[in-house]
């Protein structure tokens, strides 16, 4: 993995990025950008962020690639999110109240949550971009087809009615019906899902329970699988959502090609404590890996939360929990491609963002405020990793 950090001084934004690139295959890139405060409002912020991100698809490193995923980072969902994205006609006949986004770069699947930078500005971006992939934008579901594999991104989805139990049974209901319309379902397709909860420790064990429900019923249990997955706090733009679902699904790849990560001698199952996502997974293609890594936290492998009230020894504790994760994939943080880390405590920042730049300096990382699902988590990071390989029993990316 190469890392390389572009400024654009004249702009007030610096790029973190991440470049894939081996012989006769795709390059893949992710890109974390981040925006110098300037005291200014939300409005100026993003049109600088809009250019750079402009100038990112005009830099050598980036040039011809196409944006096929974006995540912005939001202080303030509700007030914010008009200015990215336009607001769906009441009339819109799509099961989930977004548009689809022409990006810069052509079409691609976009997300935006309220999970303040912890840097002092009011947004962020994390883009994942890829060379040669054909991607179309169907109505909000995004396509990135190459080699007869079929990438499917749908994010931003939300429902309005109901508690969270009822808002979590009707996105995955809607979801399945969206991947059945594509030829996939989510126990045999999908990979990764994020889970954005409002007022997380209210509103959260009500999303468990409904997602274990809906598994089960899906044949999704700890005899099968389950899926990768981050549940954290998290707004949506609207208010009277209280669960926001983002997912990856991929068509056209065997089973034999997924592989989860257990970890077994630093975690444990997680349907051991009631909930129902894998610790991580590995795609494997002809020519390189991605890992996958959920929301991952300070936890030993009884499931107890470790080092309660000590920020510094969380972070150390997560690091050696993902490492485990990574290694059972023959990966390590040398192949890290992006990293998202969420505090609970915007007090914390200072002392984790030291940590990070020390033992990561180069890979794209952003850190917001974002409280874990167990109060006394003080801190939880994902990340994916890109690792060459050669399988000849596979396709190539």
Known sequence: MDYTLIPYPQIGVSVELSTFHIKDGLTEHHAILHVEPRGELFAQQFARLQQAEEALLQDAACDGAQVVFKRYFLSDATNQASALIP???SLSPHPFPTLPFR????????????QPPLDGSKVAVWLYLVHGMDVENHDGLVIARHNG?????KMGMCVPEGDSAQQTTTLLQQYEDLLQRHGATLADNCIRTWFYVRDVDTQYAGMVRARRENFAAKGLTKNTHFIVSTGIGGSPADTKALVQLGTYALV?????QQRYLYAKTHLNPTYEYGVTFE???????????HVFISGTASI???GEVVHVGDIVKQTHRMWENV??????ADASFDDVAQIIVYLRDIGDYAVVK???DARFPGIPCVITLAPVCRPTWLIEMECIAIKAVRNPLFKAF
């Open 87 to 89: 607001q769906p006609s």
């Open 103 to 114: 990006g810069l770069g052509g079409s691609s699947a976009v997300s935006y949550i309220q």
């Open 149 to 153: 594999y079929e990438h499917l991104w």
């Open 252 to 256: 056209g790849f065997a089973p034999e």
């Open 279 to 289: 610790r991580g997974t590995t795609i494997s293609y002809g020519d390189r890996s």
């Open 300 to 302: 030993n492998n009884k």
């Open 323 to 328: 490492e485990a994760l990574l290694k059972e």
């Open 354 to 356: 030291q940590l990070f």
